[in-house]
């Protein structure tokens, strides 16, 4: 079993950065892709952003390109989500995912591990 647990979120004005962190643990056999993803109150989970197993390939959702930027370091089996420029409408639960193999993108179902989420809130 794969433990995910995220950390980082909080309140934060709008223009604002957040960081967001995390960590991967248990049975986590290399190689695997991490994302992170965002649900709004009343909308369904959305994609945000993935990184492949060993950080040289990530891809954004158009609504944070230039804003966000995923990291990781496979060392210590941390993805990480810098989110700067923040806007109201990033305002969400954000979960981190992992899959098992080399590259991810945004379908929700190809995710085999989620996180319990962190909560981002952007004021005006």
């Known amino acids: 079993q794969v433990q995910l647990v995220e950390s980082g979120g909080g309140l934060v004005q709008a223009g604002g950065s957040l960081r967001l962190s995390c960590a991967a643990s248990?049975?986590?056999?290399?190689?695997?892709?991490m994302a992170w993803f965002r649900q709004a109150p009343g909308k369904e989970r959305e994609f945000v952003a993935a990184?492949?197993?060993?950080?040289?390939?990530?891809n954004y959702a158009d609504s944070v390109k230039g804003r966000f930027t995923i990291s990781r370091d496979v060392a210590k089996n941390t993805v990480t989500l810098q989110t700067n420029s923040l806007k109201l409408e990033d305002t969400a639960v954000y979960y981190c995912?992992?899959?098992?193999?080399?590259?991810?993108?945004?379908?929700?179902?190809?995710?085999?591990?989620w996180g319990q989420g962190t909560q981002v809130t952007v004021s005006s």
């Open positions: 995912a992992l899959r098992q193999g080399y590259y991810s993108g945004p379908l929700r179902a190809d995710y085999d591990y």
């Open positions: 248990g049975r986590t056999f290399s190689p695997y892709a």
């Open positions: 990184i492949s197993w060993n950080g040289g390939t990530t």
